[in-house]
């Protein structure tokens, strides 16, 4: 089984190579929240993860793409049937816009170290110098207070406010080790797991 769901994961990275990060995109997701830090309005996708596993991948880091895959059989869950998700999940095209879950804080902070990478090796881009990592606790909750949030996989307009952020969602990873807001589970918010992703907050410089 797990031979097959890391073929499965190859394809899905192979399938999306070939694209570039794109900028224009992370610039209009991010919500100002003070005078030079922003939060995006989206939980980062599996499609956006699996260019970083892709690059990484691509750029021979055998031990860090092996540590930064989802952990697919995290599906395994006693709360839900969730074997389809074990091999369609994190690859088929069907989810590319669903948030990416199944990782650890330390991926979530590799990712952001990559975008951090990417978005300002571009010549086009609107902040000369950003750094992508996860939100703190105060930043998280300052952006779920005040801002109403597009969830791109249901289409419908959340309402203002914390307990409402991220209904139907995600808990997210902050950078003080916890995860914080709702779940699709209602569950506890251990990590690596299937109700708890990220979203990334950004430093201009």
Known sequence: MRTFVLTVLVFATM??????????????????????????KYDVSNEMYMHFISDIKNS??????????????????????????IELYHAHPAYFSYPVVNIDKKSAEEFCKWLTEKYNSEKKRKYQN???????????KTF???CTV???????????????????????????????????????????????????AATTK
């Open 130 to 140: 950003i750094e992508f990592r996860l939100p703190t606790e105060a930043e998280w």
């Open 60 to 85: 021979g880091k055998k031990d860090l793409y092996a540590k930064c895959y989802p952990d697919t059989l995290k599906w395994h869950t006693k709360y839900a049937y969730n074997e389809p998700f």
């Open 150 to 200: 597009l969830e791109p996989q249901a289409d419908f307009l959340v309402p203002k406010g914390i307990s409402a952020n991220t209904v139907g969602n995600v808990s997210e990873m902050t950078s003080d080790g916890t995860a914080l807001g709702n779940n699709w589970a209602d569950k506890e918010s251990s990590m690596p797991s299937p109700w708890v992703g990220f979203r990334i």
């Open 15 to 40: 399938a999306i190579s070939a694209q570039n990060v794109k900028v224009k995109d992370i610039e209009k997701s991010l919500v100002k929240i003070s005078d030079n830090v922003y939060v995006s």
């Open 144 to 146: 779920a207070s005040t």
